[in-house]
């Protein structure tokens, strides 16, 4: 069954960097749409970033120019490199995953905290 674990969430000051990562298995890493979630107490979960099987990237506008993601195919890993923190970044970021390749993210990880003070 698809597992997606997520790590590298802390509490960092404004204009600091976190890595986050997620591994991945249970289902063909290298040929399915990833993304990154994020979700604040009270608001919807929303897409900050996604990176398709040929390494295509989309962006959020409230994550591009500070925010990259990645993924390393033999590790089933995937990244989100996180610069420039502003306090609005606070949020439980999800790494997601489109299993079937249907263009819909239908699996979610457990959630790794980030807090910018």
């Known amino acids: 069954h698809v597992q997606l674990v997520e790590s590298g969430g802390e509490s960092v000051q404004v204009g600091e960097s976190l890595k986050l990562s997620c591994v991945a298995s249970g289902f063909d890493f290298s040929r399915r749409r990833m993304g990154w979630y994020r979700q604040t107490p009270g608001k919807e979960r929303e897409l900050a970033s996604s990176i398709s099987p040929d390494g295509t990237t989309t962006y959020a506008d409230f994550v591009k120019g500070r925010f990259t993601i990645s993924r390393d195919n033999p590790k089933n890993t995937l990244y989100l490199q996180m610069n420039d923190l502003i306090t609005e970044d606070t949020a439980v970021y999800y790494c997601?995953?489109?299993?079937?390749?249907?263009?819909?993210?239908?699996?979610w990880g457990q959630g790794t905290q980030v807090t910018v003070s």
């Open positions: 997601a995953v489109d299993s079937y390749g249907l263009g819909i993210f239908d699996h």
